[in-house]
């Protein structure tokens, strides 16, 4: 597609159920975000992948946050037992990866409001 | 170390003003400063980045101060216009590594 892609683009969901939020980046892209962004707020790191490495987990505030990427395609970010506090938009962005950075495309973000 | 401080969370301006939202940060490390806006509902896209072998980057009315050695940078909106209403985020990174975003400026520009 023309840029990244994100499903659900709304989710509502009761506290204490799971969710999977889905981002399909632009093709080539190796690098993969995800970010949360609470209402007003600014932009949370939660994860990124870069092609084979190992991804880079720090941002993921507990363990009910988990995330996987297929390859260089899809990523689904989990969030189990979700809770009030989750609410939020979550943001998937991608990139192609140089030693010289390059250009993050987001996504328009999943909203998700957890009842 | 790693993080980047932005200011003012929020600015009011009238139209045909100058807009300035400034970043700090701490890691001389750093080598790569891009602004990115977002508009209710998208994600942010990017507005305009700089490195650190210039002091100044002009794209159309929107341009990038640097000071290496404060380990600051701006962003400086001029005529400033009600379409340029939005969230402007800077962020920060060394070469080849993920972004870190400032806290985010709420822009509004009054006709």
């Known amino acids: 597609g023309a840029g990244v892609s994100q499903s659900p683009s709304n989710k509502v969901t009761e506290k204490g159920k799971d969710v999977e939020l889905r981002c399909d980046p632009i093709?080539?892209?190796?690098?993969l975000y995800w970010y949360r962004q609470r209402l007003g707020q600014g932009l949370e790191f939660l994860i990124y992948?870069?092609?084979?490495?190992?991804?880079?987990k720090s941002g993921l505030p507990s363990d009910r946050f988990s995330a996987e990427r297929t390859g260089e395609s899809v990523s689904t970010l989990t969030i189990q037992r979700t809770q009030q506090e989750d609410s939020a938009v979550y943001l998937c962005?991608?990139?192609?990866?140089?030693?010289?950075?390059?250009?993050?495309?987001f996504g328009s973000g999943t909203q998700l409001s957890v009842l | 170390q790693q993080q980047v401080k932005q200011s003012p969370q929020s600015l009011i301006v009238q139209k045909g003003g100058i807009s300035i939202i400034n970043c700090a940060y701490e890691?001389?490390?750093?080598?790569?400063f891009p602004w990115y806006q977002q508009f209710p509902g998208k994600g942010p896209a990017l507005l305009i980045a700089?490195?650190?072998?210039?002091s100044e980057k002009k794209e159309g009315r929107f341009t990038i101060s640097f000071n290496k050695s404060a380990k600051q940078f701006s962003l400086h909106i001029m005529d400033s216009q009600p379409g340029d209403s939005a969230t402007y985020f800077c962020?920060?990174?060394?070469?080849?590594?993920?972004?870190?975003f400032g806290e985010g400026t709420q822009l509004t520009v009054n006709p």
């Open positions: 093709s080539g892209h190796t690098a």
């Open positions: 992948f870069q092609g084979n490495s190992a991804p880079d």
């Open positions: 700089i490195r650190p072998d210039v």
């Open positions: 962005a991608s990139s192609r990866w140089s030693t010289t950075n390059e250009k993050l495309f």
């Open positions: 962020a920060a990174a060394t070469s080849g590594s993920r972004l870190t």
């Open positions: 890691n001389t490390a750093f080598d790569y």
